[in-house]
């Protein structure tokens, strides 16, 4: 199957803006302009192609998006040579003027902005320049696109401005309440227009991926009806795949279990991985080099390691230990953990061809893999009064083959301490579920949470969700922003 690449040719000159008080100017003549641009629906994908970019930028996926999320979990643990921004994720210590915070909202509005400028433009389209369906199949990825990253901002700074149009006029914080509701609109929309995974390219939004993030944002709001209803239309679309580590490899990672990845590749190039708009070459992520025994910046905190069960085999497939082995492909080295810490991250990285990761990887995000839409499809049953759903759902995850693990519902659970007798020990078993077979994928901060566990749960870390469930809004776009004051902060800030 082929690959997205997200590869901007043409577009760049349309669409590299920025997101604070500058407005696109389409009348350039020493640029394209949607009326000479819009002409075939190779222009239109290419347009939707920029879209995609923004996810690879150094703000969000290429470096800090794992960094941000996994460390204010706690599923990280720093070491010494751990940069100071980053360092501030896991103490909550971070400045109005942290840079990749800024980066992050820049990129998503970055992102947004040109997921706008192609909605309005695909719309505008005369009709038989391409056919109907593909025009509005294009619309829904845009759509998709601007429902996720208006989630990740919605998210991580609550009420934002809300833009829906490509020309960015100031604008004043709107409600979570309204950028939800678009969010919501947009996941309907898309879901609606999306092809199927089986006809699609590997990496493009798709209607199953559409429904998957309109659960998960259901969930985030603690609307169990709308997720169930939205995340069974996803269940069994896709499957868990036999060998739990293909999730995390390049060479297996377009398989049935991918709902939505963010896709990288060494095939193309990262020119501009260390750029920060979203404008250039970055087909390449540093998360194998960051996690990595090479640079070992972060390693696997104790409060991770020790949620596993004992012979659970998805620790053999999250983390190295002393003595794995290294490259089975060549020199077959024992793996040595580095500062006497009991064991690595294996997600995502390059060991299992390759002798070190010091190099950038072309390993993709799972964003949304079917194991997170069957365990959130059990938090809704159990929610909703139908707990024996919620088990069976649970055990399917545990039934994988490579990782099969006893069942709940069974002495042997019983007795290691996960009884499923009622709502509290099934919502408990679930909570464990998520955090072994989630770990490391950015999930964790938002689940804790959203269910109002996170000051139980990081509090000893000097968490308070009175300030650090939400980042500051940037200092920068605070200054630069006319509609906005320093009373528009968040609190705390």
Not at 30 to 41: A, D, G, I, R
Request: aromatic letters at 12%; glycine letters at 6%.
């Amino acid at each position: 199957m082929k690959h997205i690449k997200y590869i901007l040719a043409v577009f760049i000159s349309l669409a590299a803006i920025n997101s604070c008080k500058m407005d696109l100017d389409l009348t350039n003549p020493n640029q394209l302009s949607p009326e000479t641009f819009f002409q075939n629906e190779v222009q239109l994908k290419s347009a939707v192609n920029a879209a995609y970019a923004n996810l690879q930028t150094r703000g969000l996926y290429a470096r800090h998006m794992y960094f941000m999320m996994d460390n204010m979990s706690q599923e990280n643990a720093g070491n010494p040579q751990l940069e100071a921004d980053k360092r501030q994720y896991i103490e909550y210590a971070w400045p109005t003027n942290h840079g990749a915070i800024f980066a992050y909202w820049d990129n998503c509005y970055r992102g947004i902005n040109k997921a706008n400028f192609a909605i309005e433009n695909a719309e505008l389209m005369e009709d038989g320049i391409v056919p109907a369906a593909t025009k509005n199949k294009y619309i829904g990825e845009a759509k998709f696109l601007r429902a996720l990253y208006y989630f990740f901002l919605v998210s991580r700074f609550g009420d934002v401005p809300l833009y829906t149009t490509a020309v960015f006029e100031p604008q004043a914080k709107s409600s979570r309440a309204d950028v939800y509701a678009l969010i919501i609109s947009d996941l309907e929309s898309a879901a609606a227009a999306l092809l199927d995974a089986d006809q699609e390219d590997f990496g493009r939004a798709t209607s199953g991926a559409a429904n998957a993030l309109l659960g998960r944002v259901h969930l985030f709001r603690g609307d169990y009806d709308a997720a169930r209803t939205a995340l069974l239309k996803v269940y069994g679309e896709y499957a868990l795949v036999d060998n739990f580590y293909d999730n995390f490899m390049d060479e297996t990672q377009d398989n049935e279990e991918a709902i939505f990845d963010v896709v990288f590749s060494n095939k193309y190039g990262g020119a501009d991985a260390w750029g920060e708009t979203g404008s250039g070459i970055a087909e390449v992520t540093f998360r194998g080099q960051e996690y990595g025994l090479t640079w070992f910046n972060v390693y696997p905190s104790n409060m991770t390691l020790d949620e596993f069960e004992p012979g659970d085999p998805r620790y053999a497939d999250s983390f190295w230990s002393n003595g794995d082995i290294l490259d089975p492909n060549g020199e077959a080295v024992p793996a040595e953990i580095p500062l006497g810490r009991r064991a690595a991250w294996k997600k995502y990285s390059q060991y299992y061809k390759q002798v070190n990761s010091n190099t950038e990887s072309g390993i993709n995000f799972r964003v949304i893999r079917y194991a997170d839409v069957l365990l959130m499809l059990a938090e809704c049953e159990n929610e909703v009064g139908t707990p024996a759903q919620a088990i069976a759902y649970l055990n399917e995850v545990r039934n994988r083959p490579s990782t099969s693990m006893p069942n709940y519902g069974t002495a042997a659970m019983d007795a290691a301490g996960y009884p499923v007798t009622n709502k509290a020990e099934i919502f408990a078993a679930i909570i464990h579920e998520r955090a072994v077979e989630l770990c490391g994928e950015q999930v964790r901060f938002n689940d804790l949470i959203r269910w109002g566990l996170d000051d139980d749960v990081l509090g000893s870390y000097g968490y308070n969700s009175s300030k650090h469930n939400l980042f500051p809004i940037p200092q920068r776009e605070i200054d630069a922003n006319e509609m906005l004051t320093q009373a528009d902060q968040n609190p705390g800030y």
